[in-house]
């Protein structure tokens, strides 16, 4: 689904305007330049917008298309979950139950809604981690 990206929590107006800047005008966009370590340095380059603010934000993007969980993706991100490698390793009883507690049962989402939330973390984890900086050894 296609969402500004002022939708990202967190981003700033500044952000946003450089990111259009290089033809990045929503969420689904953003993810498709994003998604790799290598490209998120070429963005950097280009926005200069951190590496670490930019896979922030591809997290974000990736919880956003997680189907039926729009709506709940700022609680969720309050209960410590801000990637698909969070929501992925989840209890999904738990989760619900922190959700009911947060929200109430009326307003929570039912415990298959977030079954199927986990079940989804697996195949939409296309985001790609940094690599770990390879340490330079030392002449002596």
């Given amino acids: 689904m296609y969402r500004t990206l002022e939708y990202l929590s967190g981003i700033s107006d500044d952000d946003v305007r450089r990111l259009r800047a290089v033809g990045i005008h929503h969420t689904n966009q953003f993810l498709h330049r994003a998604s790799l370590d290598i490209d998120r340095r070429r963005l ?3 926005t200069g917008i951190s590496t670490e603010r930019l896979i922030e934000f591809a997290h974000q993007c990736t919880l956003l298309e997680v189907s039926g969980m ?3 993706v700022p609680l969720v991100r309050r209960l410590g979950i801000n990637s698909m490698h969070d929501l992925r390793a989840q209890d999904a009883g738990e989760l619900h139950r922190k959700l009911i507690e947060a929200i109430g049962l009326a307003g929570a989402p039912s415990l298959t809604d977030v079954q ?3 079940s989804q973390a697996t195949a939409l984890d296309i985001v790609e981690q940094p690599e770990p900086a390879r ?6």
């Fill in 135 to 140: 340490p330079v050894p030392i002449i002596e």
């Fill in 116 to 118: 199927y939330w986990i």
């Fill in 70 to 72: 729009e709506r709940w």
């Fill in 44 to 46: 950097f380059k280009k």
